[in-house]
């Protein structure tokens, strides 16, 4: 129970931090991280798909997963937009009232979003796969967080637990990634493009893609209270959502004979990802992670996500994902916009 405390306490040291400034009106307040995975959202906004719905969308940005849960607490968002953490979880185990509803992006098979770097010095000791993290250090963003869960996961698919390796929280990707390239830690996860990055700058070299391990529900749509109790608003946030997920995907995710196939808005869509994010096109196209098309939340993976925050002490309470999970918001969506699941 500690450390659940103690991630509450972070998580709201962090808010303060990171929270933009509100400005009054009538706005709706969405939390989001400036990361590719937030393209469906940030398309919705500049194609105008939420004003179709008759919305107004504010975009509250933040620098990790961790604090949106705080802020949907308190009131300051009414819908988030994020990866999924013990941080979430344990909000929701201490009664904040929210419910996840749609995709927001995964490790999916076929698709390369996380991998595991190792800096140049530890490569060339022969560290190059899962067995020999034994005994090493291995960088995450926080403890709890969505790569603590990664790790903990891959390490048991391979016959080995979190207690044979040294898990080092280093606060987020650029300090993971300058962490590896200057050799002063052994490996730590991160995000494309810097993946693709450290290779090419020969600042590391990448272990594996978290994808080929796992498929996994690293991020989802969560709404408020106050959201769940406005069935017209939530309905039409999510009708606009979907327009967003199907113009990524269609654009950026189809495959054809196992090779991604761009579509035709495919330099538009690189372009609104790259206003929001700051990053060029170029590095953007080089780690596209997948969303479902229609943003379907793989919702069977909650489950197993809190069951194991939980055996690993991570969260204070095994919550049932049937309570928490509420996929009507979608269907109905789905079924307004004349789509089939």
């Known amino acids: 129970m500690k450390k659940c405390s103690l991630f509450i306490a972070v998580a709201m040291a962090l808010l303060l931090l990171t929270l933009s400034t509100a400005h009054a009106g009538e706005k709706l307040r969405v939390g989001v991280l400036k990361l590719t995975s937030s393209a469906p959202i940030f398309i919705a906004v500049e ?13 509250v940005f933040f620098r990790s997963a961790q604090p949106v849960a705080v802020a949907m607490a308190s009131g300051d968002i009414v819908v988030g937009a994020t990866g999924i953490t013990a941080g979430l979880y344990n909000a929701i185990a201490g009664g904040f009232k929210m419910k996840i509803v749609a995709d927001k992006g995964r490790e999916w098979e076929g698709y390369q979003l996380c991998g595991i770097m190792v800096s140049k010095k530890a490569w060339d000791k022969g560290l190059r796969t899962i067995k020999d993290l034994k005994g090493h250090r291995v960088g995450v963003t926080q403890i709890g967080s969505t790569f603590h869960y990664m790790l903990g996961n891959m390490l048991e698919k391979n016959g080995m637990t979190l207690k044979d390796v040294k898990v080092t929280p280093l606060g987020g990707v650029k300090s993971m990634m300058d962490t590896v390239a200057s050799d002063q830690i052994e490996t730590a996860f991160m995000v494309q493009p810097f993946c693709s990055v450290m290779e090419a700058k020969k600042m590391g070299h990448r272990m594996l893609w978290v994808s080929d391990y796992l498929n996994y529900q690293i991020a989802v749509i969560f709404f408020g209270d106050t959201m769940t109790k406005d069935r017209k608003t939530s309905d039409a946030f999510m009708r606009a959502y979907i327009k967003g997920c199907r113009c990524y995907y269609d654009n950026c ?14 330099d538009e869509v690189m372009q609104i990802i790259s206003k929001y994010t700051g ?61 089939k699941p």
């Open 279 to 339: 990053r060029k096109p170029k590095l953007i196209a080089m780690g596209l992670n997948y969303n479902d098309r229609n943003g379907r939340l793989y919702a069977e993976d909650i489950q197993h996500q809190i069951d194991w925050y939980y055996d690993h002490g991570l969260i204070g309470k095994r919550l049932d994902a049937r309570k928490i999970v509420d996929i009507s918001f979608w269907e109905r969506a789905m079924k307004e916009l004349g789509l």
């Open 47 to 59: 194609k105008g798909f939420f004003k179709e719905q008759g919305l107004d969308i504010e975009q």
């Open 253 to 266: 995710l189809k495959k054809k004979d196992g090779k991604t196939v761009r579509g035709p808005y495919f």
